[in-house]
């Protein structure tokens, strides 16, 4: 079975410092993973996918499939960074499955 | 052009009422997608069309919800005889060629 496990609910950090977000996942099949973004008052949108290997907005993932995990990391915490954080973990075009989400906040 | 939409934005309702949430996604996307969001959880998946039919609806909890996309375009999502668990904000996403889901705003159910 799919699962996406996020074990933080809240995460809090202050401007400037790394901040890592944890993602592990169980799944059978090749995984696609996905981290998606919530801010505040606004919908939910794709931050970025391991596929693509890229940075956006200063964040990075790497899929480690030894130890199942789709950690995002960032080098420098931006208070803008401040949002709902959610893993999530697609099969092609089919349906996602979404970790519990954490909640970051980043402290001036 | 426009992002996905979703209507109402909020519905209020009471135990037992039956309601339908409307979705229209982005043009030309074939896939569209229900997800329902409880407090304090990640979006859990409901249903999943490629074009008209549903391609998995193995997330429908019960036989009280239905959706349908008849035409291939706007989607509803019907529950009977709503009960108080079932509030929490419904979304819709829709993707095209590429697996990237597109999410609307979600219409927030509260059935009283």
């Known amino acids: 079975a799919q699962r996406v496990t996020q074990p933080e609910k809240l995460l809090s950090v202050f401007k400037g410092a790394p901040v890592e977000l944890k993602c592990n996942y169980s799944y059978s099949g090749s995984p696609e993973l996905f981290w998606y973004v919530q801010y505040s008052r606004q919908r939910l949108q794709l931050l970025l996918r391991?596929?693509s290997r890229e940075s956006i907005k200063g964040f990075t993932a790497d899929l480690n499939k030894g130890e199942t995990s789709f950690h995002l990391k960032k080098p420098f915490a931006q208070e803008e960074d401040s949002a709902m954080y959610y893993c999530a973990l697609g099969r092609g075009n089919n349906d996602m499955r979404f970790g519990a989400g954490t909640r970051l906040t980043v402290k001036p | 052009g426009a992002g996905v939409s979703q209507t109402p934005s909020n519905k209020v309702t009471e135990k037992g009422k039956y309601v339908e949430l409307r979705c229209d996604p982005i043009?030309?996307?074939?896939?569209l997608y229900w997800y329902r969001q409880s407090l304090g959880q990640g979006p859990e998946f409901l249903i999943y069309f490629q074009g008209t039919g549903a391609a998995d609806d193995s997330g429908l909890p019960n036989d009280r919800f239905f959706a349908v996309r008849p035409e291939g375009s706007v989607s509803t999502l019907k529950i009977q005889r709503t009960e108080r668990g079932d509030s929490a904000v419904y979304l819709c996403a829709s993707s095209g060629q590429a697996s990237e889901q597109f999410f609307g705003p979600g219409t927030r159910l509260t059935v009283l």
């Open positions: 391991h596929i």
């Open positions: 043009s030309g996307h074939t896939a």
